[in-house]
Every structure is written in structure tokens, then in C-alpha cells.
């Protein structure tokens, strides 16, 4: 464990001594991102969890933007165990916690009504992974999740970077992943975002204007699982193809947002190619001037718009209630190995998965 660039103070007021653990033979730390910008983003190994985004509003001021925890023991306890973590072996649902593959069926741990979530309860936002920092701006996460880990078959080696840009206020997160017997892989991070900053209590985000590169996307039933259709936004609440606030039509008499408690849907993003890396939403708020643009190689989008937050503290006093937060999931579309007309989210052995994600933060003129 590399953690040589930890500077004497940081924007996010984090103190590394309370992201100091040892368990299970494994250490946990904190470490700080800085670029030229001013940028900064702290993060911990455990589930590699982002604690703070520090970005600056239209008059200068920077605010975290994420919603995040300031201690170690916070972060293990969390009530909400994915906040901003990163989420495998598989994200989103899998149908019954059950699937087959190649003529052999996979039984995975329940953990969301009669479904498989986020790669079960101690999927990888739970494990503690080797991390070294590269230079002030650049982290590397490795993890092997070994055969059978929450029902997942083989052995699955995943390496992940976050690196801020030099010269403007982003963070790419990388993923790789490779396997010695076929297996399902759906690498995303769950960052809770309010680009109004956090506070006590945070601001709700319905102010924020969203705009989502997206023709289609992906119903769910009352357990949301998908249906197995694909159907146009347009003529919905679910249209962000033009810029509206998420709070316009969240309450709208439509059954998609009652099976959600709000958004909770994947999206069909609109690509120039498969696996290209597209524009896949615009998300404003309007007081801070803040604006951050989000880009990935994945074919789906997830929108989640906090609805089962329940008001619980977070770091340094603030709080974060219902709808408090807006989450852009980049991943391949849910419940993919029971839908095999879906794009294939199988990895076999020789190949390598890959993806990437941006969040690019700048102020809206």
C-alpha cells in the first residue's frame, strides 16, 4: 500500500488518522487527490469509496458535492452501504438472485426484495482493496474476487484507476477486469451527487436540471426488475432528451415512478458505437452555477434520483434526506444474464473487460 502523497491539510477536512483500520489482516486509509485546477477528491480503499468532490460554484467557493462520510467506521455502517463505492461483481438487479449460464444455474445471495443487488451485500463496495497512489492525481485499486464469491462463478481479477485530469476539473475512473471461466461483469460507482453542496440538511435536487443523451429506456416491474422491453422516453416523465428539472415530473401519475418511489431507471444511451465514449447526461444546478457533464463507454445509464434516503448524518454534521441526491450509474443494462436479447455483460476467459467513466465538473454560462 503506496500512500506518499498525502498532504498536510485538505480541502474536505478529512483527517487520515480516522480512515486508519486494520481488518481482517488489511489496512484501510485515506487518500487525497489534488490536479492544478484545485480540484480535490479524497477516497478510501474500503470499497473505494469517494468521501468528498470538492469543485468550486460560480463565485469561487467549493462545496462537496458528493454525499460522504468523514471516518472509516461511518463508512462500514453506513445506512446506505453503496454510497459512492464502487459496485461489482455485478450492478443493478439480478432477477430472483438466479441465472444460467452455458447450461449451469448461478445462485446468488438476496439482498433487495426477491433480488440480487450491487453483487450482494458483501459485493465489492464491502471488500478492502490494495490501493497505490501513482502521484497527486492518480489512484490504483486492485481486488481479486475469488470463484464463487455471492454465487459468481470464476476467479475475477479487476484493476481500477481514478485520476483527475491536469488542466480541468474531472475524474475518470477506469475498469479492468479479466476471468478464468465465464462470468457476468457490470463495473459502475455509485456516487451520490448534489452539485449544490452538502449540507445540514442537504438541499434537496430537485432544482437540478438534467439533460440525458437517450432515445429509450429500460421499464421495470413492481420489484424493478426489467420487463425485457425497450421503449421511447418520448411523450414521458422520462424524457431528459431536452433539459427539465428532476423535480417537474417526478410526481407525475405514471406507473414507471410509482415502481420507483421517483427515477430509479436505466436509460439506452444514445451511441456513436458500441463501447465508444459518448456525452451521456448534462446535469445543472442553477444557484451554484455548477455543472457537471457525465460520459461513459457503457451502453446504460442508471438514474436514481435518492428516493429511499432517510435523513441520516454524513460528514461533519450534514445530513442527507429523501431525494437529497442524484446518481448517474454508468453500466450495461439490468438483470442482463436473464435477458439474452440484451447486450451480452458475459467476460470470458482471454478477454478483458474495460470501461470508462467521466465526471467533469464546470460552471454553466
Not at 480541502?11 to 487520515?16: A, Q
Request: glycine share 8%.
Amino acid at each position: 500500500m503506496n500512500n506518499t502523497f498525502f498532504p498536510e491539510t485538505n480541502l474536505s477536512k478529512l483527517s487520515r488518522e480516522d480512515f486508519q483500520k486494520e481488518i481482517n489482516d488489511k489496512e484501510t486509509d485515506l487518500y487525497i487527490l489534488r490536479n492544478a485546477k484545485g480540484m480535490e477528491v479524497a477516497v478510501t480503499n474500503y470499497g473505494c469509496a469517494i468521501l468528498s468532490i470538492m469543485v468550486p460554484d460560480k463565485a469561487g467557493n467549493y462545496a462537496n458535492v458528493v454525499l460522504g462520510h468523514d471516518s472509516i467506521e461511518k463508512v462500514i455502517h453506513s445506512p446506505e452501504p453503496f454510497l459512492n463505492t464502487v459496485i461489482g461483481r455485478y450492478g443493478n438487479r439480478i432477477a430472483k438472485g438466479k441465472f444460467t449460464l452455458f447450461g449451469e444455474e448461478h445462485t446468488l445471495t438476496i439482498n433487495n426484495g426477491p433480488n440480487s443487488l450491487h453483487g450482494g451485500p458483501t459485493g465489492f463496495h464491502a471488500r478492502i482493496w490494495e490501493a497505490e497512489q501513482i502521484d497527486e492525481q492518480t489512484i490504483r485499486f486492485q481486488y481479486i474476487s475469488e470463484d464463487d464469491e455471492e454465487g459468481f462463478p470464476g476467479q475475477l481479477e479487476i484493476e481500477m484507476v481514478y485520476r483527475l485530469e491536469a488542466e480541468e476539473n474531472a475524474l475518470l475512473i477506469e475498469y479492468y477486469a479479466t476471468t478464468d471461466k465465464a462470468t457476468p461483469v457490470n463495473l459502475t460507482n455509485h456516487a451520490f451527487f448534489n452539485l449544490a453542496g452538502i449540507a445540514n440538511p442537504s438541499p434537496t435536487i430537485g432544482n437540478h436540471m438534467l439533460t440525458i443523451n437517450a432515445d429509450h429506456f429500460i421499464p421495470i416491474d413492481e420489484v424493478s426488475i426489467p420487463t425485457g422491453e425497450i421503449l421511447k422516453v418520448e411523450g414521458t416523465p422520462m424524457d431528459f432528451q431536452t433539459p427539465h428539472t428532476i423535480q417537474e415530473r417526478i410526481e407525475a401519475d405514471f406507473e414507471q415512478l410509482k415502481f420507483g418511489a421517483g427515477y430509479d431507471h436505466c436509460y439506452a444511451l444514445n451511441k456513436q458505437e458500441t463501447g465508444s465514449l459518448d456525452l451521456a447526461a448534462t446535469c445543472v444546478e442553477p444557484q451554484s452555477g455548477r455543472k457537471m457533464e457525465v460520459y461513459t463507454s457503457e451502453a446504460g445509464l442508471q438514474l436514481y434520483t435518492g428516493n429511499w434516503l432517510n435523513g441520516f448524518e454524513g460528514a461533519h454534521g450534514a445530513t442527507f434526506p429523501a431525494r437529497s441526491a442524484v446518481c448517474f450509474e454508468a453500466q450495461c443494462f439490468p438483470d442482463t444474464p436473464n435477458k439474452p436479447y440484451f447486450p451480452s455483460a458475459i467476460l470470458l476467459p482471454g478477454d478483458e473487460y474495460q470501461q470508462i467513466t467521466i465526471y467533469k465538473f464546470g460552471i454553466e454560462q
